[in-house]
């Protein structure tokens, strides 16, 4: 069947105008913008692998669909190449981009280990004085609570006396260093790398009576890292480690879409994926990690399956408490969004399209006496958000903010009576878990009464304990039943295959057909995509 | 369920009572409604027809820097932006992707997907280095295995070869089909060839050509936007 096309003069002209359009946007550019057309099929096929598998058709594929055109077969050929790219491998490319721009899943520049008594780092990286090998890997506390100062060990092998004991030499800066041992890291097994030999010990009780698995322990610097570095977190390792935090989110909710089941099961898993790297994390170097505090790993210790760090093969496996609830719960989202109010701002956000903004003229001075309301549901302008903010933050009070420790309510009841005693005496050393985890901190005649008392459960009334006992998944459960999730979900795609927010009108007209469309269909993303690239409106472009 | 055993009988209320509590979606007219038309016995329209602006419609939008990386290597066959200066090649999308605004999640949350000056420049830069490589590449692969130039002998100037040459390409870069009967949407990309091949040396006529088009193609809007 002949087509006709607008000759190339007259569409190189256009796509001048357009460009022209968007860099200098004269009247006259928008007017020719916004005339919608229709595209072909062949275009139609680009924008469908564009968005479904993130790259151009290929030459054989477009000349398959001019063959069907030609054949008389395209109506269903179409609709049969959006299931096959559904179907296929590169759909990831789709699910994957579209939860990293919702979900913002990087935490590189956090502290996996604390850095001063875990983590290793080659000599060229502190105060390296030229001299001799700069890999050879050394940590900060070990040098200066057994060598006098913030040095490596000398760049020799290392030498015992007769009794076993390291032998180190008195250095004109005051320190004294030890040699080197070489050593098979648990990250490069098969391999060697050069330890200053304190830190390559493998001692099980510090020199202060704690184990050596724990912060407490390692804090001495007298530990070492334990059996082929084990305590221990090289750049090396970090670098195959931290990534995987985000395969991990990513991969609970490919699998979901992939399965075809219900997209609101990324909320609800109890179960997540382990490999290697995690599992090595888990065991070894979460319960040490205090900033941000892990401690307790999601999937428990003594629950974890036998896997060499380099295994970087995944496996599932359940988690501990109830409260978990998928990916609002998971490391990575706990990680990248630190306090309560971020991820609840951030679930909000991404799945409710509802987002917490300031109000119109913005807020009081601070100077205003409104303004020293301790409590943000009621303090002038804050309330504006925070009357809302503040109960969808407590479905996350359970998990420690600044990390992602389940606060267990037998470890962590609502009040503590030494940290109420602590905070009512003026110029007290309150201890640890008192500082962190509870209110120790009077600064309003008001807060009095939270003396002692779980942070979380400040200023907390009943339906927002119960939201707090019951975790994200309550929050979840919600916004299904109200239809909050679906529509936001439906509006979110419709963006990103649009290019463009839904006006006024279509979130009035269109938006609750398909939101309802989508409930009904059993929270079914991937169909919910091709419903999308199959309406009309999606062949039809606003130039 | 330790401690959440009453959560039990109101799940079950909630579901008998989903009915009644289901979420509320309205019923309108409009694109959503009905099911989903796929060409219903229409004939091809052909490109960029006309249509009434009230419609439902979607705006025109710039391939993101991952869809560019996966895409390239599709219409030339392979390659990549490759350089290597010095410590082993590296992949230029990669280097210059936050130059670019590709977001990482912590500084740039959301990607400018405006077809400003940055990726166009970017564009021009790649197109040179991936389109020379190209030519070179194509033109010492076995006809069986060329990917640019789909005629037998490479370095032919008959406007017959050329001419089936740029349609191909038409459908590799932009989607855009010619058909065999319309020589006048090839001309702007024909002309092209013939001044590019007409001032090089005879024996880099036709690569000069080749060359002209390929970054022709890969720098024109329609190659990144969709």
Known sequence: ???????????????????????????????????????????????????????????????????????GAVDESLSARVDEMIAGEEFSALIRRHHLDLLWPNIDGLQLVDPAFALLLPARLYQYDGVGDPDRLFI?????????????????????????????????DGTRREGWVKVEPYWAPGTEVKVCALEAQMRPIADNGAPCDTAQGMFTGSCGCGPDLERCLSIDAALVLIPQFREQILRAIERVVIERRPYTDIFFDDEEDLNGPLVHYYRHLA??????????????????????????????????????????TSMSYLLRFQTARARANRFYTAFLCAPFEAPPGGLPSPDDPCSDEPDLRERCGCNACHARLEPAAAHWGRFAEAGTMYLDPEQFPPFVARCAECARSPGADCDFICRRFYVTEIGHPDEAPFAGVLKSYQWRDEAELANLEAGPEKLVRAAIEDGRLAQCVVRKLFERLYHREMTDEERARDLPALAREFHDGGYDWAALVKRLVTMPGYRRMIR | MSGRWWMVPIGVLALAACEEGAPHFASPAGDAGGPPV???????????????????????????????????????????????????????????????????????????????????????????RICARWVERDRAAPPEER????????????????????????????????????????????????????????????????????IAMMTDPEFILY
């Open chain 1, 1 to 71: 069947m002949r087509t006709r096309s607008p000759t190339p003069r007259r569409r190189l002209a256009a796509a001048l105008a357009l460009w022209a359009a968007s860099l200098a946007g004269t009247a006259a550019a928008d007017e020719a913008c916004e005339a919608p057309v229709e595209v072909d099929r062949f275009r139609l096929l680009r924008q469908l692998s564009l968005d479904l598998r993130g790259r151009v058709p290929s030459e054989a594929e477009l000349r398959a669909l001019a063959a069907d055109i030609e054949a």
């Open chain 1, 140 to 172: 900060l506390y070990v040098g200066l609570t057994q060598r006098g100062g913030l040095v490596p060990c000398k760049d020799e092998p290392a030498e015992w006396d007769e009794e076993g004991n390291l032998v180190f030499e008195a250095y004109p």
């Open chain 1, 287 to 328: 319960p040490m990690a205090v900033d941000p505090i892990v401690q307790v790993p999601p999937v428990p210790v003594d629950a974890l399956p036998d896997r060499p760090f380099t295994d970087l093969t995944w496996s599932r496996h359940p988690r501990g408490p109830e409260e978990h609830a998928g990916i609002l």
């Open chain 2, 38 to 128: 796929v060409d219903a016995g229409r004939p091809d329209v052909g490109p960029d027809a006309a249509v009434a602006p009230d419609r439902l419609s979607r705006a025109v939008g710039r391939m993101t820097v991952e869809q560019l990386a996966r895409s390239i290597p599709v219409v030339t066959g392979g390659l990549r932006w490759m350089e290597d200066f010095g410590n082993g090649p590296v992949d230029m999308l990669q280097v210059l992707a936050p130059t670019l605004g590709a977001p990482d999640y912590l500084l740039v949350t959301e990607e400018n997907l405006e077809p400003g000056l940055i990726i166009a420049k970017f564009l021009q830069d790649a197109s040179h």
């Open chain 2, 147 to 214: 990917t640019l130039v789909h005629h037998e002998d490479w370095d032919s100037l008959e406007p017959a070869d050329v001419d089936r040459t740029l349609r191909a390409l038409m459908l590799r870069f932009h989607a855009r089909r010619v058909p065999e009967d319309d020589d006048a949407a090839l001309e702007p990309l024909r002309a092209l060839f013939v001044n590019a091949s007409s001032t090089a040396p005879p024996e880099r006529a036709a690569r000069d050509g080749w060359l002209a088009v390929c």
